[in-house]
C-alpha cells in the first residue's frame, strides 16, 4: 500500500486528481493523507469536499483554518467574506452530511512516523503534550460543546501558552497555534498578522526555527504556509503548501520515499 500527503488543496480538485493520476492512485490499496483546507478560495470546494468523503477510509485529513471557518460559518456565527469560495457548499442537498463528517476530522494525526498538523507545532511544547492538547480540542468539536467552540474560536488573544487557561481562551490559543501559526518567539507568542518571511523581526520567526524546540527529532508534516512555496524548512520538516491555490504547484510527497511529486 503507497501512502501519500498532500499539500492545501483548497477546492482545486483538478490538479489533485491530476496528482492521483500521476502517481496512479488507487483507494483499493493506497492512503491519500490532506493537511487541511480541503476547501476555500479555490473552483471546485464542493467537488472536493465529496472525493475526498468518498474515498473513506483511504482518506484522511487533519482540520485547518478554512476548514474551521466553513464549519463556523455554518453553525451561524461568522458570515462568508467577499474571498470565500463556500457558497455552493452551503446550499448543497447533502451539505449536512459533509459538514457532519468535516467536524469529525482532527486537529493532528500520527501515520507511520509522521506527524501531520495544519500549520505546525510551537516551539514550546512536547510532541506528547501538542497530541493531548489537538485531541482536548478534538473532543470538544465533536461534542455538544462545539457551538461555544465556534462563537469564541475567532481572535489572536491570548497569543501564548499558559497551563492555567481554561474554557474558550484555551481552546482558541490551541487551535490558532495549530492552524494559524507561522511567526512566533521561544517563548511561544504568536504573531498571526505576518505571513511574508522578510517580516520577520526581533523575537519573532518561523515557528520551526526555533533550534531548541522539544519537537526539532520529530517528522512533521505541515501545509498552511503558501509563502515558503515548498521550501526545506530543515530537517524532518516536510512544507507541502506550495500555493496551487495562488497559481503555484499542487505537492504529493510519497511517504515511504519521501519523494515530492507536482502537478506540473
Request: hydrophobic share 40%.
Amino acid at each position: 500500500m503507497a501512502k501519500y500527503a498532500v499539500g492545501d488543496i483548497q477546492g482545486c480538485l483538478d490538479p489533485l486528481l491530476k496528482l492521483l493520476d500521476k502517481v496512479s492512485f488507487n483507494p483499493a490499496f493506497d492512503q491519500l493523507v490532506a493537511v487541511g483546507d480541503l476547501i476555500n478560495r479555490g473552483p471546485k470546494s464542493l467537488q472536493t469536499l465529496r472525493f475526498c468523503r468518498d474515498l473513506g477510509d483511504s482518506f484522511k485529513t487533519v482540520l485547518g483554518n478554512h476548514d474551521l471557518h466553513l464549519l463556523a460559518i455554518a453553525h451561524g456565527v461568522r458570515a462568508p467574506t467577499s474571498k470565500d469560495t463556500l457558497d455552493e457548499i452551503l446550499t448543497a442537498p447533502d451539505r449536512h452530511e459533509l459538514l457532519a463528517w468535516l467536524q469529525q476530522q482532527p486537529l493532528m494525526l500520527n501515520i507511520d512516523d509522521f506527524t501531520i498538523v495544519h500549520a505546525g507545532i510551537p516551539p514550546i511544547w512536547s510532541l506528547h503534550r501538542a497530541q493531548a492538547l489537538a485531541l482536548e480540542v478534538s473532543t470538544i468539536l465533536q461534542s455538544e460543546c462545539s457551538g461555544d467552540y465556534f462563537n469564541n474560536m475567532y481572535g489572536n488573544y491570548p497569543s501564548r501558552w499558559s497551563e492555567d487557561l481554561q474554557g474558550p481562551d484555551r481552546w482558541r490559543v490551541i487551535t490558532n497555534y495549530l492552524t494559524r501559526m507561522r511567526l512566533c518567539t521561544a517563548d511561544g507568542d504568536l504573531d498571526l498578522e505576518s505571513k511574508d518571511l522578510c517580516q520577520t523581526q526581533g523575537r519573532y520567526a518561523p515557528w520551526f526555527d526555533h533550534g531548541n524546540r522539544p519537537t526539532v527529532n520529530d517528522k512533521i508534516i505541515f501545509g498552511h504556509w503558501a509563502a515558503l512555496e515548498g521550501r526545506n524548512c530543515g530537517a524532518n520538516l516536510y512544507a507541502l503548501d506550495t500555493g496551487c491555490v495562488w497559481g503555484g504547484p499542487m505537492r504529493l510527497m510519497d511517504l515511504e520515499s519521501r519523494i515530492y511529486i507536482h502537478d506540473v
